[in-house]
Each structure stands twice: as structure tokens, then as C-alpha cells.
């Protein structure tokens, strides 16, 4: 069973931080992790990825455990401008990903 | 700036009817896509291509069939609509095998009566 699994929805105040976390206990040990995100209205977008070290980058933190069965992203600082659905993807050197089923995320003043 | 564009933001359609979706891309990308979004199945992928009149069937691609006959366009078509084809239709294109090489058109909200 090849599942990505991530909780349906989840809130946040703005300026904390948001962590989306996201099962994906199946992967095997060539497939990179990935975040998209998909603002109402608009095409995914992509956020960051990661192997098995833990990622930075200007959007956001991804930090992926040990054992490679869950990551979680972190937006440091979320804005309004942050809520979104946000989907987590298995990937292994193919076209044929494997999305997770999106968490969305909103962001509360 | 990239972009990737879709014929219809909004499309509705009968039971039966044969329908066109069509993406263009001005990146001169390689690979192109189309997936469809449900809520809470996240993206599936219909079909890939990834050379002018290449293609590949993605993971539901039954009901559908598509054609590239320019590197910049690419055509998802529903021989005889249904109403389980009801869904929002996303394009993409892509210069790499990554998913951080692919973009996303604002994608096609179908719905079939």
C-alpha cells in the first residue's frame, strides 16, 4: 500500500508557526519527499523537498524523522496569505507521483 | 514569468457530449500533464507526455484520452462524457523528472449533467 496520509485540516494563528505533518510509512529509500501548495482558485505550487536530511529554504522548513515514515513542513511565521491546501508527494525518479490527500490549512487573524 | 494556461476556467457539459481541455505552455517544456482533483483524493494523474506525440497513461486514464501534436500544446479529451467525470482538471508542464520542476495551469472546473 503505497498511502500518503495527511490530516484533513488544520488551523493556525497568524504569526505562529504551522507544522503539517504527513505519514507516508510505505516509502522506500529512493523516494524524495516533496510539499506542494494550492491557493484557492490557482494550480499547485511547489514549496520544498527533501530525501533525509532536514530542508530549508525561503518558504519553508521540511523535517523529515529517522526513519523516513513521516515529515512534517514548517512555516515559521504563517500569514493569511499561507492559507492553502497543502499536499505532501512521494516521488522516485519517475513521472508518476504519489500525492497525499492535502491538509487545509487556515490561517486565523 | 511561466506560464501555463487552460482553455475554460469553468466548463459544463452533457452526458454523452465529447469535450476538448486544452493546455498551452510557454516554456518550451518537455513534459507535459494532466491530472484531475477530487476532494479528498488529492491529485491523480490521467496521462503524461514527454516529447510531441509521445504519451503515457497515468494512473486513471480510462475514459480519457489526450493528444500532443506541438511541444506546446496538449489536449485531454472525454470521448463520451460522463457524469463521474465531473471534476476539476489541472494541466502542468515540466522541464525535469522532479516535482519541483513542474508547473500548474489554474486548472478546469467540468461538470457534466
Known amino acids: 500500500d503505497a498511502k500518503t496520509t495527511q490530516p484533513p485540516s488544520m488551523d493556525c494563528a497568524e504569526g505562529r508557526a504551522a507544522n503539517l505533518p504527513c505519514n507516508h510509512s510505505t516509502i522506500s529509500g529512493n523516494e524524495y519527499v516533496y510539499w506542494y501548495r494550492q491557493i484557492h482558485s490557482q494550480g499547485p505550487q511547489y514549496i520544498i523537498h527533501g530525501l533525509k536530511n532536514n530542508e530549508t529554504n525561503e518558504m519553508a522548513s521540511l523535517i523529515i524523522t529517522e526513519d523516513r515514515k513521516s515529515s512534517t513542513l514548517i512555516l515559521p511565521h504563517a500569514t493569511l496569505r499561507d492559507t492553502a491546501v497543502y499536499y505532501c508527494i512521494r516521488a522516485s525518479g519517475t513521472y508518476k507521483y504519489i500525492f497525499g490527500t492535502g491538509t487545509r490549512l487556515k490561517v486565523l487573524a | 514569468d511561466v506560464k501555463v494556461t487552460q482553455s475554460s476556467r469553468y466548463l459544463v457539459k452533457r452526458t454523452g457530449e465529447k469535450v476538448f481541455l486544452e493546455c498551452v505552455q510557454d516554456?518550451?517544456?518537455?513534459?507535459m500533464f494532466w491530472y484531475r482533483q477530487d476532494p479528498g483524493l488529492g491529485l491523480r494523474l490521467i496521462y503524461f507526455s514527454y516529447d510531441v506525440k509521445m504519451k503515457e497513461k497515468g494512473d486513471i486514464p480510462e475514459g480519457y484520452s489526450v493528444s500532443r501534436e506541438k511541444k506546446e500544446r496538449f489536449s485531454l479529451i472525454l470521448e463520451s462524457a460522463s457524469t463521474n467525470q465531473t471534476s476539476m482538471y489541472l494541466c502542468?508542464?515540466?522541464?525535469?523528472?522532479?516535482?519541483?520542476?513542474?508547473?500548474f495551469g489554474p486548472g478546469t472546473r467540468l461538470t457534466v449533467l
Open positions: 502542468a508542464s515540466s522541464y525535469g523528472i522532479g516535482p519541483d520542476t513542474q508547473y
Open positions: 516554456m518550451d517544456h518537455e513534459n
